[in-house]
T-cell receptor
Framework: KAGVTQTPRYLIKTRGQQVTLSCSPISGHRSVSWYQQTPGQGLQFLFEYFSETQRNKGNFPGRFSGRQFSNSRSEMNVSTLELGDSALYLC??????????????FGPGTRLTVL | AQTVTQSQPEMSVQEAETVTLSCTYDTSESDYYLFWYKQPPSRQMILVIRQEAYKQQNATENRFSVNFQKAAKSFSLKISDSQLGDAAMYFCAYKGGSEKLVFGKGMKLTVNP
């Protein structure tokens, strides 16, 4: 089975622009979660989608949004980019969406640099 | 809110030796899962081992084993026969009633030849 894939792997944007990141989960997985990783804040949960519905959301401003498609692929959008949005964005997928029993498997991440 | 603490930011071990990485967590939930993830320089987050809180038996995966002390809210990872490929950042993580993982700050493990 192919793993979680994320595109693009690297991205450079300037302040004020917007960006869209994509994540394709493991085949058969219906839950997709997004995390932001920075040296200062560590790994922080952004949001989780299950069956095209946002089920959980972390403490991030409304500039961060996402969606999930019927094939479980997910996109994350960040509008009006700020320097502090520079980070590694990780996507993780899990199978049934049953909260406690699932294990999340991660993609390679998208490295976003905001200049 | 749940919290995960990894108090040692860095550790080193000699190749073939054993090292233990510590993790403590705080929660009021009784049913949860704990994980150790490894992040090598490639940045790919790789699952090392997981423990179900209702299971008293400690999980093992080849050279990796955990010491889970539920009452003490402690979840340490033991790596036996350390190999150069074990060098990475190691993250302890908690998952309870929500789908999200709560991570510790991570610990950098260096393996010396």
């Amino acid at each position: 089975k192919a793993g979680v894939t994320q595109t693009p792997r690297y991205l450079i944007k300037t302040r004020g622009q917007q960006v869209t990141l994509s994540c394709s989960p493991i085949s058969g997985h219906r839950s997709v979660s997004w995390y932001q990783q920075t040296p200062g804040q560590g790994l922080q949960f952004l949001f989780e989608y299950f069956s095209e519905t946002q089920r959980n959301k972390g403490n991030f401003p409304g500039r961060f949004s996402g969606r999930q498609f019927s094939n479980s692929r997910s996109e994350m959008n960040v509008s009006t980019l700020e320097l502090g949005d520079s980070a590694l964005y990780l996507c993780a997928s899990s199978s049934t969406g049953t909260a406690r029993t699932d294990t999340q498997y991660f993609g390679p991440g998208t490295r976003l640099t905001v200049l | 809110a749940q919290t995960v603490t990894q108090s040692q930011p860095e550790m080193s071990v000699q190749e073939a030796e054993t090292v233990t990485l510590s993790c403590t967590y705080d929660t009021s939930e009784s049913d949860y899962y704990l994980f150790w993830y490894k992040q090598p320089p490639s940045r790919q987050m790789i699952l090392v081992i997981r423990q179900e809180a209702y299971k008293q038996q400690n999980a093992t995966e080849n050279r990796f084993s955990v010491n889970f002390q539920k009452a003490a809210k402690s979840f340490s990872l033991k790596i036996s026969d350390s190999q150069l490929g074990d060098a990475a950042m190691y993250f302890c993580a908690y998952k309870g009633g929500s789908e999200k993982l709560v991570f510790g700050k991570g610990m950098k493990l260096t393996v010396n030849p």
